[in-house]
């Protein structure tokens, strides 16, 4: 267990240190914004590329990771719905709110296995994190859909969640990586150390960023005013989900690079990108925010126990 604690703490110690170089006004809050599209259109899919392109895929179900972790995002998706059903969530609310039942902050992911398993367990994580990606996107098309109807419901799904996907940098990214990877030529060593250095940036600035974003009088009212509605989403998010994934690994006896990788995919904090919230209603993206937050907190401890119980 102290393996599992240590690796996630230590990650997590840097997202502190994201929160105090923002709270003591070291790094001004608006650094974030434009340091996470740097993030998104250049850091990530570096990591991708370099993690899939340099990855000895012949030791990794990946058929086995993609239908996992597809299977249990679209658990997660069902969970959401019933329970928005039963809640009576305003249609306007659905997509933001869905957002924290199922997405993830994959850098913090990449860092902890890093951290847990060492580099070789990022090639896993990273047909994990390559599935996962396109996954929420439809997914969030789908339940944007329902809320609609008629014309309006073809405006959110299928086809814009498909151009979402094909346009989307960290899917691009990926796809790279995994072509060359299939060509089965290594990545000369300038090429890897540049994509590496790229990447390896990614993690550090997505989880820099995660402790920077982390408000703790929002954790608290998530916890109080925003108890029923955050406490299901993060139940959904950080209980459920791993649940359903550990089960998919003990059903098929999958090794444990790949359990690894796609149970703490599914056991990461939510994280809900900014374009969401900016087009949310205000009460929504009050609430996704606070979410996110105190899942945070609770992840520090569900997240070393998903691992250890793994191990």
């Not at 997202?15 to 006004?25: C, H, N, P």
């Not at 094909?166 to 299939?182: E, T």
């Not at 060593?189 to 009088?217: E, K």
């Amino acid at each position: 267990m102290s393996a599992a604690f240590v690796a996630v703490l230590s990650i997590l110690a840097i997202a502190a240190l994201g929160w105090f170089l923002t709270k003591r006004s070291i790094v001004p809050e608006a650094f974030w914004s434009e340091a996470q599209r740097l993030n998104y259109f250049v850091f990530i899919p570096s990591l991708f590329f370099y993690a899939l392109a340099s990855a000895d895929l012949s030791a990794i179900p990946v058929a086995w990771i993609i239908v996992s972790v597809a299977a249990t995002l679209g658990a997660g998706a069902v969970l959401f719905e019933v329970w928005r059903t039963g809640a009576g969530v305003p249609p306007a609310d659905v997509p933001t709110l869905g957002e924290c039942a199922v997405r993830a902050n994959v850098p913090m992911g990449f860092a902890i296995v890093l951290a847990f398993v060492g580099p070789y367990g990022l090639g896993a994580f990273a047909i994990a994190a390559m599935t996962y990606l396109p996954s929420v996107i439809l997914i969030g098309g789908v339940l944007q859909s329902r809320t609609l109807e008629g014309e309006d419901a073809s405006k959110a799904f299928p086809l814009p969640a498909f151009q979402l996907i094909a346009r989307n940098p960290i899917v691009i990214g990926a796809l790279a990586g995994l072509a060359w990877h299939l060509t089965g030529d290594d990545l000369p060593d300038s090429i890897a150390a540049a994509f590496s250095v790229l990447g390896y940036a990614a993690m550090a600035l997505g989880v820099l960023a995660a402790g920077a974003a982390f408000d703790p009088n929002l954790a608290v009212d998530a916890a109080t005013t925003h108890r029923r509605t955050a406490l299901p989403l993060i139940g959904i998010k950080l209980i459920a989900l791993p649940i359903i994934a550990a089960s998919f690994a003990i059903l098929f006896e999958a090794n444990s690079p790949a359990v690894v990788g796609t149970v703490l995919l599914a056991a990461l904090a939510p994280v809900v990108p900014r374009f969401t919230t900016s087009t949310a209603s205000e009460s929504a993206a009050t609430v996704a925010k606070a979410v996110v937050c105190l899942a945070l907190v609770v992840a520090a401890v569900t997240m070393p126990l998903t691992l250890w119980a793994l191990t």
